[in-house]
């Protein structure tokens, strides 16, 4: 199999854009990953675009609209993909999976969402699409109250987890100040995150707005070349690994607080890169919520279950610690526009491997870890990537 490698991209600031829709969010993007390859739009063999969409937008056929944005795209094949939040990384491995074939040499991957112009209580009842409606469709608080009783079930297990979650939130705030394409650009602080205020009052469960990703606009795209055709480009990074690993979606036919898919899609990509965390440079992870970083640290293997408190208290995962985890800020900073974070995330690590991150910099990065999961961690994606030129 041809395994493609990155070789450019592109990233529109996440939060509230002034561009209308996810055509406009999707041409800025893909401008700009043209060029950063040094490619043109006749060098694509293949579209691959992610969108949840799911009533963000009367304009579905999300496809159809890159070629809207340029027109040298009007007779590329493109096929938009979709799986709840991580709908950007469904979008990547078909990608990956269209070089591997052999049916192109150069495939571009797109994801987007124009998110803040819908209201706030359409937002919630849209994300709940992303769960098991059948049962969990009058959870009160939306997605955010999906992930609020599970952290309200995590503590009824292990205890009030309350200020290591605030502690997540502030690391994660702390490194977006260094992300200039992030939502929110503010570090809070372990205190302000830990306490329940106005500014901070409880959204779900135990969980307060500082421990819940912001609601955004943005895109993100990545261009991906076969070897023989990366190996002629200005940058190259491979994918050691990439693995998806899924889980039944209804919260009542399992052990949420397992995050079992998750757990087995890093298992997986490890055995496959032949490596362990403690070769991981850093890591890219899923913080739609605090309590899901909490928990993707014991599914990752850095803590047993009950323990993943233990990671944020000693600072593993702090940007100067063993294994840093969102150095770009994650989706509580940098925001989680749906269709754009799994892409967005590859970016990030992109980044950090070329020595392209700016402020964000992990000195000496050469191997990072990408963990994006769609509903609550029900589509599990892990890749590991390093750089090759």
Known sequence: ???????????????????????????????????????????VDGLFVGVFNNGFSRQDFQAGLVAMGDDRFAHTPATRYE??????????HGALDFIAAGRGRIALVVGAEK???TPTPEVGDILLGAS???????????????????????????????EDLAMIAAKNHSNGME??????????????????SEKNPLVAGPLRRTDCSLVSDGAAALVLADPDTAAEMRRA?????????????ALSRRDVLEFAGARRAWAQALDHAGLTLDDLSLVETHDCFTIAELLEYEAMGLAD?????RVIREGITAKDGRLPVNASGGLKSKGHPIGATGVSMHVMAAMQLTGEAGGMQIPGARLAGVFNMGGAAVANYVSILERVK
């Open 1 to 43: 199999m041809t395994e493609a490698q990155i070789v450019g991209w592109g990233h529109t600031a996440f939060g509230k854009s002034d561009l209308p829709d996810t055509e406009s969010l999707m041409a800025a993007a893909v401008a700009e990953a043209l060029d950063h390859a040094g490619i043109t739009p006749e060098d």
């Open 83 to 92: 799986n709840a939040c991580a709908t950007g990384s469904a979008a990547l």
């Open 237 to 249: 990074i491979a994918f050691r690994a990439r693995t998806q690993a899924n889980e039944i979606m």
């Open 305 to 309: 279950p009950g323990q993943g408190g």
């Open 115 to 117: 998110m803040t112009a």
């Open 179 to 196: 992300n200039p394409l992030a939502h929110m650009r503010k570090d809070f602080g372990a205190a302000f995150c830990n306490t329940v």
């Open 132 to 162: 098991y409606r059948k049962e969990e469709a009058e959870i009160d608080g939306g997605f955010a109250g999906l992930f609020g009783q599970i952290a309200g079930s995590y503590f009824q297990r292990y205890g009030d987890r309350s």
